[in-house]
């Protein structure tokens, strides 16, 4: 089994597609010029036509001078999307400031930047485009020009109303873009570490098929090393003993027996004919999973038992996998003892891995697995002493970002199997790691060709 790996490589961040941007000003254009073309020559209302015109071309001719600058599978930083979503805020406050302010039904689209901006770009971007939008409603609360109206009509909106107004985009604004934010960092969170766990998978599933590889390369390279191998022995009984040319050929002759033997090991590695490595018993996983982990001051006790025959799976890299990082963090928030325990009967195969160390965290044991949730409980002062408090706690905190479970539970889950996380009930303390396969999965990935 490959260790945990000590760090992952930090994914880089997404980058937004221009296209999407563009796609989205273009929507807004055109829902600006219909509203503006009903609103003026279908209701008859009065109101700055042309200078109004000019700000719905301005976001046009921006959109057509992007896509004759840049391919539409351009992708843009982060803050070059701030910065077009910036202009869209303030072309928007423009539009408005002509139509009436926050007296304009239409003035909860401005908040549209902000949203697109929680969803995709970073909290730091949204902040600074939440401040534009909200300098840019405040100003519209005190400076507008009279809302469109018939005729000889003139709105006159109470300022508390439009105080009312104020509040509402800016509750609103809150609300919508910590929601965005959030959701948006989970989703994110997932990719990448569903990217993580497949990158591991991927790197296991590379080293198990090193060994047909070897056997392939055994096999073309046979029959050439056979060749040279029968051609240096007759070479050197044509030189009598003495000569040099007869120990060169008895070199080349102990030289390419000694690449026969290392052909012949390589071959047997992954021989199909070998049903102990391709098929392996429960108990044997333990043992393999568990032998890497030894000799680290902490015993590891293996424990299988259960109704009738024991499940026999095939040999499956992300279980090993998966078993392996579970265990090692029983490794390492265990005081004396790890127990790596199997049980199965007729319809379920069950692995348990149980500690003595301090459990998972109450306030995060309900998350435990999802990605970047990783955290054990400290133990008090008087258990450890003043003086080892400090490291101990590092320790048992759990430093990392949670990932490890996170792909253990995923590769594991893939497999066909349902991980679990508890504490050990009192008087025990502790973790408990629950693994539950179907005894007909396993036993059917057991199964030979053959078979």
């Not at 009509?153 to 509040?167: E, R």
């Not at 509750?171 to 990217?195: G, H, K, P």
Request: charged share 20%.
């Amino acid at each position: 089994m490959i260790g945990t790996p000590e760090g992952q490589s930090r994914l880089l961040d997404p980058q937004i597609k221009l296209d999407t941007l563009v796609r989205l000003r273009w929507l807004a254009v055109a829902g600006q010029t219909v509203s503006l073309l009903v609103v003026h020559y279908l209701l008859n209302f009065p109101l700055p036509i042309g200078y109004s015109y000019v700000l719905v071309a301005a976001s046009a001719w921006l959109n057509v001078i992007l896509k004759i600058r840049w391919p539409s599978s351009t992708r843009i930083s982060k803050n070059a999307a701030a910065a077009q979503l910036a202009y869209d805020i303030i072309q928007l406050g423009g539009l408005f400031y002509l139509t009436g302010g926050l007296g304009n039904p239409f003035c909860f689209l401005i908040l549209a930047p902000v949203v697109v901006s929680a969803t995709a770009l970073s909290s730091r971007n949204t902040i600074i485009l939440g401040a534009l939008a909200g300098a840019v409603v405040t100003l519209l609360t005190a400076f507008h020009m009279p809302l469109p109206w018939y005729d000889g009509t003139q709105i006159d909106l109470p300022p508390l109303y439009l105080v009312g107004v104020w509040f509402s985009l800016m509750c609103s604004m809150f609300f919508m873009a910590t929601y965005s934010l959030r959701v948006a960092e989970e989703a994110r969170q997932l990719s990448n570490a569903l990217a993580a766990s497949d990158m591991v998978l991927a790197h296991q599933k590379h080293l198990s098929a090193l060994d047909g590889l070897a056997t392939a390369a055994a096999h073309e390279l046979g029959t050439p090393l056979g060749t040279i191998y029968l051609t240096a022995k007759e070479l050197s009984t044509e030189f009598e003993k003495g000569d040099p040319l007869r120990e060169d050929a008895e070199l080349v002759y102990s030289q390419a027996a000694r690449c026969r033997e290392i052909l012949k090991k390589l071959t047997s590695l992954s021989s199909d004919a070998d049903q102990v490595f391709q098929r392996m018993p429960i108990s044997l996983l333990l043992a393999d999973v568990s032998e890497p982990h030894r000799g680290l001051g902490i015993e590891i006790n293996i424990k299988a038992e259960g109704v009738g025959p024991e499940p026999v799976g095939v040999r499956d890299a992300a279980i090993s996998y998966g078993l392996g990082n579970l265990l090692e963090n029983a490794v390492d928030f265990a005081e004396t003892t790890v127990l790596f325990e199997a049980k199965w009967d007729d319809k379920h195969a069950e692995i348990f891995i149980l500690d003595d160390g301090p459990g998972f965290a109450p306030d995060v044991l309900a998350r435990m697995g999802e990605p970047y949730v990783s955290k054990r409980s400290a133990p008090a002062i008087s258990e450890v002493g003043e003086e080892e408090f400090e490291d101990e706690a590092e320790r048992q905190s759990g430093g990392g970002l949670g990932l490890g479970f996170f792909i253990a539970k995923t590769l594991l889950e893939r497999s066909g199997g349902r991980v679990n996380f508890h504490n050990r009930k009192d008087p025990d303390h502790g973790a408990l790691v629950h693994i539950r396969w179907l005894r007909e999965t396993m036993d059917q990935g057991a199964q030979t060709p053959e078979s």
